[in-house]
Every structure is written in C-alpha cells, then in structure tokens.
C-alpha cells in the first residue's frame, strides 16, 4: 500500500475480526511478503509448485481454521489473503485444508483420522480432490462415469478424473466414484502411489499455471475397505464439501480483486504520462473507483455469508428463520461465488487496461492476476452453472435438465 493510502478493505471488514484473529491475519501477511511475494511470479512463469515453501506454510498451523476454533470470516479472510499474494497457492491451500483434510473432519473413522490427520494437517502428506472427470465436469452429480466394485475386503476403481489439482505430487486423492452394485457415490482414501493408478500433467495453461492439474487413470485399482470413507453414501456428502468449497472460491475472487487493486493503484501513482502520474487523470480515477467499488460489494457480500455460516455453525436460527433456513445453502453459495467472480473479472480486466501493454507481460504482476482470474470464474461450478442454481432456488423452475 502507498504510504498514507487507505486500505483496500476501504470500508474496514477486517475490524469485525477478534483482536486474535487480526494478528494471525498479520502473521500470515508477513509470512506471503516473505515467502510468496517475490517469488510467485517466476513459479508462475515456470509452472512449478515449490514443494520447499510447504513445511513453512504449515508452520502457520493454519489448516482447517474453523476446526480450530477460528471464524468462518477469519478462514474467508485468510483465503482472500493468500488469493491476492498467489492464487495459485491458495488453490493448493484449499484443495488440501479445505477438501481433504476437512473430509477427513467431517466422513473420516476414527482409524483413518489417527492414520492420516496429524500429517495432512502438517502437510507432511498432501491431498487431492478427485471429483471431476474428462466427459463430465457440471453434470458429474448425474454422470460420474468412474466406478468402484467391492471385492471382499477391496474396493476395485475404474475410470478417468480431470483437472486435479495436486495431482501430480499428491500422497492421497479423496475419489469419488459410483458403486456398480446400487448406483451410490462414495469416497475413497486413494493412496495415488497405488499400482494401476497413472497421473499426468495437464500443460499448456494460461491461468493457475503454478498448480500442478493432473488427468488421473484409474485400471482396476485395488483399494481396502479401511481405506473408504464411512461416512460418505450419496453425492449429498459432495455437496456438504464444495458448498464450503464455493463460498471460499467466492473470498478468492475478493482476494483477486485485492491484488488488482494493490497493483493498478501503485501503478497510476508511480507511472508518468504526459509528464504527470496517471492517477492524475479522470478516467484513470474513475476506472480505480469502480475496482474499489466492485472489490468493496464482493467483500461485503462474503462478510454476510460468513455471518450465515457462523450462525448454522452455533445452531442460532434468528434472521435465517424469515428467509427459510439457517446457514449458507448451496443457492447462497452459488450467487456469492457467481456475483464475486463477475466482479472480479471485471476488476482484473479494469486493472489490465490501467497498465496498457504492461499489463500483458508477467514482468508487472498484472498479467498473472488478469490470467488467473480465469480460473476463479470456472472452478468450483462456471459463473453460468451457479448463476442457474440460483436461478432455480428463486423461480422454483429448473433451468437444468
């Protein structure tokens, strides 16, 4: 931030957090300006995952934060936070917090939890989520084509996942497929290492180029019943997890925001045109304006739904009785990351322009903000998808067959 410039948090969100939570959020800077910051951008040119910034990451102790006691705001927040230092980093963060390691929280057995917890909280092991596959992406709820058969005491996998992040290096994949005997969706514990399994990088990517997307085979992959999450039985148990996913995509796209801003705004003051800065322009302002603007109703919008989840959370009803339930459902999660990432696109693509062709070359940090934007607004469901979802909560009509 230029000195004596506010915040970015123009109207101050992060005053709702406690006295604790604030300085935990500060810690967490101090470590991105030291660790991430400087590097983020050649990781990103190289697209390669520096596996070394992992044991200083986890020295956050950080993972799952809700679980430890912290705010929906606060763990919103830390997202955001990571989001504006490297998005890609915060893409591996929340596919190994937030998918992983929180299923194991939520479906895990006891066994399973003493196995695997206290490492993959660590990050000594690493986890994937493997949902997706190459013919289904949107409509995996219905057409999941990867398939477990229980064999004795062994589950035996077939199939094909896509675009999983972590998937190359992974110790273990939370996989999900359907059981040919009822036609049900289960989760597995796929140690990625096991025979049959084949991982290959997806190359060739504009955005989130430093996140290690892998296609995953499955061929007659042998996995023990120990290995099977108890608690999963229906896709229902999906959607438990990436409606917790969605809304942190939604404090993503604040994140993104955040980091255009910081950009843009340090580059109209420091750059000269027509022998005066470029914040001295009108249209520069204005443009500059409406980031804040978008970045501001983003960041208000996902301060409420962290409220709604801290209420479901407390089992406090209140406010959510007048509007039919408690919590932040999945049509709830569905506007904040769809309403977000609309903004978001709009306010990297404002920030690309204020830099003109500066801003198309890595060398100035926006280009890889501009890029990566493109994957916030397509993962964890298109801004199409959930905009449909909503569409059907508001209207009682199905637009999706």
Known sequence: MESGLPSADFYGFESLLSDAERAKLQEVRDFLAAEV?????????????????????AGLNLST???????????????????????????????????????LHEFGTEEQKARLLDDAMALTITGAFALTEPLHGSDVAGGMATTATRDGDT?????????IGNGTFCDYMLLWARDTEDGSVR?????????GVTRTAIENKIALRTVQNADILLDNVRVPEA?????????TDTKHLLRGSRILVGWQAVGQQL?????????????????????SFQLIQEQL??????????LGLMARVA?????????????????????????????AKSYTSSRMRETVALGRAIFGGNGIVTDYGMAKIFADAEAIYTYEGSFEINTLIVGRAVTGVSAIL
Do not use: C
């Open 289 to 298: 304006v409406r980031m804040l603007g978008n970045t501001t109703a983003s």
């Open 187 to 195: 989760g597995f514990i796929l140690d990625a290492t096991l025979p």
């Open 307 to 335: 409220q709604l989840q801290e209420d479901e959370h407390r089992g406090s009803h209140g406010v959510q009785q007048q509007v039919r339930h408690s919590g932040a459902d999945m049509a709830q999660a569905a506007l």
């Open 227 to 235: 290995d099977r999450f108890a608690g999963i039985n229906s896709f």
């Open 37 to 57: 910051t400087p590097y983020a951008t050649d990781w990103w040119n190289r697209a390669e995952f520096p596996l070394e910034v992992l044991p200083k990451l």
């Open 259 to 279: 980091a255009a801003f910081d950009a843009a705004r340090a580059y109209a003051v420091e750059r000269h045109q027509f022998g005066r800065p470029l914040a």
């Open 65 to 103: 934060p809700v679980q430890q006691g912290y705010s929906y705001l606060f763990s919103g927040m830390v997202i955001a936070e990571l989001t504006r230092a490297d998005t890609s980093l915060a893409t591996f963060f929340m596919v190994h917090h937030d998918l992983f390691v929180e299923a």
């Open 155 to 163: 589950w035996v996998l077939n199939g094909a996942k896509r675009w």
